[in-house]
Nanobody, 123 residues
Framework: QVQLVESGGGLVQAGGSLRLSCAAS????????MAWFRQAPGKEREFVAA????????HYTDSVKGRFTISRDDAKNTAYLQMDSLKPEDTAIYYC????????????????WGQGTQVTVSS
């Protein structure tokens, strides 16, 4: 049974930074695409960023390009999301997810999900 556990969320002022972590247990996810999604109150869950199994390819939603960086450390079975220049509109619960394919924005394809970590950005 695979478990994904997010950490690193919290309250930060606009312009600040946070680094989210997603630790996997139960099996290695070195052959999986890792991704981050977020869900704000009253809104649907949306794609944020993804990194390929090799780490050689990344993809970001337009609103976070240049501010967020996704990475992975397969030795630690962990993915990260470095979030800089945070804005109040980044406030949401952030979820990590894993899948085998590179169809990263198709939410229904993901095999594994974490429980989420809250990120709140104050103005």
């Amino acid at each position: 049974q695979v478990q994904l556990v997010e950490s690193g969320g919290g309250l930060v002022q606009a312009g600040g930074s946070l680094r989210l972590s997603c630790a996997a247990s139960g099996r290695t996810l070195s052959t999986h695409t890792m991704a981050w999604f977020r869900q704000a109150p009253g809104k649907e869950r949306e794609f944020v960023a993804a990194i390929s199994w090799s780490g050689g390819a990344t993809h970001y939603t337009d609103s976070v390009k240049g501010r967020f960086t996704i990475s992975r450390d397969d030795a630690k079975n962990t993915a990260y999301l470095q979030m800089d220049s945070l804005k109040p509109e980044d406030t949401a619960i952030y979820y990590c997810a894993a899948k085998r394919s590179w169809r990263v924005t198709i939410i229904l394809d993901y095999d594994y999900w974490g429980q989420g970590t809250q990120v709140t950005v104050s103005s």
